[in-house]
């Protein structure tokens, strides 16, 4: 995927600007520069964006660079409910990244299981997961009585 999209940011950067240096001026050449930062910001917003999570005695953890930067905490005392589940991005959520929808807000990444994190207050808060075990054990050690 990076490749394909390095590819055509390449194509759509070339021939746009071929056919604009046939017309002198500086217009071009900041278009350009322009049009080459926007495509580079979207790169490292689909690329190289982390979402991080950690589970410990005080609760779940997580951040998701660059739109949550500091660790954010879900207290154990503020969850109800805990659940691992199917997830589909693009229907419940309509897409991936950091999500706000009718099913509850989130870090939904490229997977199709997720946590789903039932709040006392407030609406649910879903992550997906990769290592959906890994997360169910790792959940068990610290506050196994609210995982379902």
């Given amino acids: 995927m990076k490749v394909l999209y390095i590819f055509a940011s390449l194509f759509a950067l070339v021939i746009p600007g071929l056919k604009m240096f046939e017309t002198s001026g500086n217009q071009v050449i900041f278009f350009m520069i322009g049009f080459f930062f926007f495509l580079l910001g979207v790169y490292l917003l689909v690329f190289e964006s982390k979402a991080q999570v950690r589970i410990d005695t ?22 109800e409910n805990l659940e691992i589940k199917n997830v589909n991005p693009l229907n419940d959520f309509g897409g991936w990244g950091y999500r706000f929808g009718r099913k509850g807000n989130g870090i939904i990444m490229g997977s199709d299981k997720a946590l789903y994190i039932t709040r006392k207050m407030g609406k649910p808060f879903i992550i997906t997961t990769a290592r959906p075990e890994t997360m169910r ?7 196994a009585e609210i995982l379902v």
Avoid: T
């Avoid at 951040?63 to 660790?71: A, E, G, L, S, T």
């Fill in 58 to 79: 005080q609760g779940i953890h997580y951040k998701y660079w660059p739109i949550v930067w500091h660790w954010k905490l879900i207290s154990w005392r503020d969850i």
């Fill in 137 to 143: 054990i790792e959940i068990e050690n610290q506050h």
